[in-house]
């Protein structure tokens, strides 16, 4: 009976500082192009990025994205490129407070836009 009840015990704790440590991001597409416009496809879906601390995972693009962090005001504080096929990138440590994620495709109108902590 005590190995069982360790075990749960060892099971729930594991669990607990696992959903702690990593958060998942939604990424929306913001379109350039005008609602309606005579198009009739399906809205994309929206594109998840998991962040633990300042390394942020992405599933594998084929296009190359610029990374762009603005902070409440809508300063740009931090930009980078993501070449196709990235799948992780690390912000730097010195960064605080509450920001917008955007990821930029270079060849379209549209961007993919999130909110983060650090």
């Not at 060892?10 to 005008?34: E, K, R, T, Y």
Request: charged share 15%.
């Amino acid at each position: 009976m005590k190995k069982y009840v360790l075990f749960v015990t060892l099971l729930i704790w594991g669990a607990f500082f696992s959903f702690g440590a990593q958060q998942s991001i939604p990424m929306q597409i913001v379109n350039g192009h005008d609602v309606g416009n005579g198009h009739t496809y399906a809205p994309a879906r929206p594109w998840y990025i998991t962040q633990d601390d300042y390394v942020f995972t992405l599933s594998a693009s084929s296009e190359d994205y610029t990374l762009v962090l603005l902070d409440e005001d809508g300063e740009v504080i931090y930009s980078d490129t993501l070449i196709s096929g990235s799948t992780m990138f690390v912000l730097p440590s010195t960064l605080s407070g509450s920001f917008e994620l955007r990821l930029v495709p270079f060849s379209s109108t549209h961007y993919y836009r999130g909110y983060l902590e650090l």
